[in-house]
């Protein structure tokens, strides 16, 4: 397996607040990997990191082949953000615009794809998460887990090589989390290599390849499923005691 995805000693400060400790992680391709941790420990940091969302302080990144560490050119960037879709809480649709044409204005304006292939495109991955049907609507339209879907949907219409999952389910109910989560699942039986920050513990469980715990900015434990059920650390049982 090769390594998407390569982390060397990354520190990140915010202002005086140290979040990024030396962070080493390397993700193999085809590999889910989930990230847990307390809000604070510097997850959701790390993971904004491999799409340069966040600049890096000190160390060295490596994405679908990308280097970087606190400088990378513009070009650079740009195809880097080609390969790496990422999809967050909120789901950034634009109201105005309808569900196809949310999905088409990136490989139209980034990778200038023709519009009846953009199209074509927009009804694939629309069809990848269950909502075909919605085409033409408005996301004002659409129920939290709707848009959540059109989302991960947006994202995978520029044929990336990784996906990033940033919480995507803590704004919604469980009924509507369980869509989307459905949508994940069908992704990684695909052989989506995946980077997940989330608060689902069973679903971390039940299908990632690797958790890692994150803990006062430093990766604290990791392993496979098994760590949640028996944790080496006392950091880590007491964060699956309190449930977050």
């Given at each position: 397996m090769s390594e998407i995805v390569r982390l060397k000693n990354v520190h990140k400060w915010f202002g005086q607040n140290h979040v990024l400790r030396?962070?080493?992680?390397?993700?193999?391709?085809?590999?889910?990997?989930?990230?847990?941790?307390?809000s604070g420990s510097g997850k959701s940091t790390a993971l904004r990191c491999m799409d340069r969302l966040e600049i890096i302080n000190e160390g060295e990144i490596?994405?679908?082949g990308h280097q970087f560490g606190?400088?990378?050119?513009?070009?650079d960037l740009k195809q880097l953000r080609q390969d790496v879709g990422i999809?967050?809480?909120?789901?950034?649709l634009f109201p105005h615009l309808t569900v196809e044409q949310n999905i088409t204005l990136a490989p139209r304006s980034v990778r200038k794809m023709a519009k009846n292939k953009a199209k074509?495109?927009?009804r694939h991955v629309l069809t990848q998460v269950g909502l075909l049907d919605k085409l033409e609507a408005?996301?004002?339209?659409?129920?939290?887990?709707?848009?959540?879907?059109?989302?991960?949907?947006?994202?995978?219409?520029m044929d990336p090589k990784l996906m990033l999952f940033d919480e995507v389910t803590s704004a919604l109910d469980p009924q509507l989390t369980g869509e989307v989560?459905?949508?994940i699942e069908n992704l990684a039986a695909g052989g989506m290599t995946m980077v997940l920050v989330t608060h689902e513990m069973a679903f971390a469980q039940k299908l990632a390849h690797r958790i890692i715990f994150m803990h006062q900015g430093r990766i604290h434990e990791?392993?496979?499923a098994k760590i949640l059920q028996a944790p080496a650390t006392p950091e880590l049982q007491e964060f699956l005691s309190t449930g977050l």
């Open positions: 030396g962070i080493d992680l390397a993700v193999n391709r085809g590999e889910i990997v989930a990230i847990i941790g307390q490596t994405v679908c606190n400088d990378i050119s513009h070009q999809v967050f809480q909120s789901y950034n074509e495109v927009a408005y996301p004002e339209q659409l129920s939290g887990g709707q848009q959540q879907r059109v989302a991960i949907a947006r994202s995978l219409a989560l459905r949508v990791q392993g496979n």
